[in-house]
């Protein structure tokens, strides 16, 4: 209730057009929008932490894909277009996966893997695009067709009720891609409960060392807006956005820093 009338204040306060005007261009970098009207914030918790099932899911489907169309930070989608046949059957199987059998790590991997092939689905869906926003918004983060081990679920709910949610792992900011080049880039290689630290912990390293996402002038960060939209998850786990960051760059941990945030290139991440 109180949302809507603060909603409803500042329509009144600048019209019905302006108020629109407003979120559009403020839900990306303005601090108060997106604490008003930005993603849900969940309280983070090991939902599978004693999960230690024998079952397994191959993801191999798909570590063959990304390594055929994913060139750097970006994406071969008409190459990928030739191998739908490929990715759809990878989609079939996560509807089919065992996932109460899967281990913590192995359900968390594959969470992951579904958010992406997903996504890489719903461009294909679409072609040609230039950015996944032009997709109109019903048929896109909220649409309910992704199925997953039976549940269908939207993207959004993927993200915000499973991925976050369910586990202290703020770095799958780092791994989910969204099909833009402000994300962080998509990984050439599927995600595996084997080596999934290791994976999360070189996506984060590459993210923080590319000026694409962190520029340092001065005195100043300028980081991804990732770490404003969920900065509820970077200060549950490490305090701040900025002492998360400082994980991948030691020398934000000394100092006075000022933050700004990166404008998001919400471009389709496509090979040119």
């Not at 983070?44 to 489907?61: I, P, Q, V, W």
């Not at 649409?143 to 997953?148: D, G, K, L, M």
């Not at 200060?235 to 700004?260: C, I, K, M, N």
Request: aromatic fraction near 10%; proline fraction near 4%.
């Amino acid at each position: 209730m109180k949302r809507n009338r603060i909603i409803q204040g500042l329509i009144g306060l600048i019209g019905l057009g302006g108020a629109a005007a407003w979120l559009a261009t403020s839900l990306e970098t303005n601090p108060i929008a997106v604490a008003l009207f930005g993603p849900p914030k969940p309280v983070m918790a090991e939902a599978y932490a004693d999960s230690g099932g024998a079952a397994r899911f191959d993801h191999g489907l798909l570590d063959g894909l990304l390594k055929a169309h994913v060139q750097g930070y970006a994406v071969d989608y008409a190459g990928l277009m030739a191998d739908e046949a490929t990715l759809d059957a990878y989609l079939a199987a996560l509807g089919e996966a065992d996932f109460d059998g899967l281990s913590r790590d192995d359900k968390l991997a594959l969470l992951i893997n579904a958010y992406n092939a997903f996504t890489l689905r719903l461009i294909l869906d679409h072609q040609p695009l230039d950015s996944i926003k032009d997709i109109p918004a019903a048929e896109r983060w909220d649409a309910e067709r992704w199925v997953v081990a039976g549940r269908t679920l939207s993207l959004t709910q993927l993200e915000h009720e499973e991925l976050r949610a369910k586990f202290i792992e703020p770095r799958v900011h780092f791994a989910i891609n969204c099909a833009s080049v402000g994300c962080p880039p998509l990984r050439a290689e599927a995600y595996v409960a084997a080596r999934l630290d290791e994976q999360l912990e070189e996506q984060s390293l590459r993210m923080h060392q590319d000026e694409l996402w962190l520029t340092l002038d001065g005195q100043t960060v300028h980081l991804t807006p990732l770490y404003l939209w969920y900065q509820n998850d970077f200060v549950q786990v490490a305090g701040s956005p900025l002492a998360f960051a400082a994980r991948y760059r030691p020398e934000l941990a000394d100092g006075d820093w000022t933050v700004t945030w990166k404008d998001y290139d919400w471009r389709l991440n496509r090979k040119h």
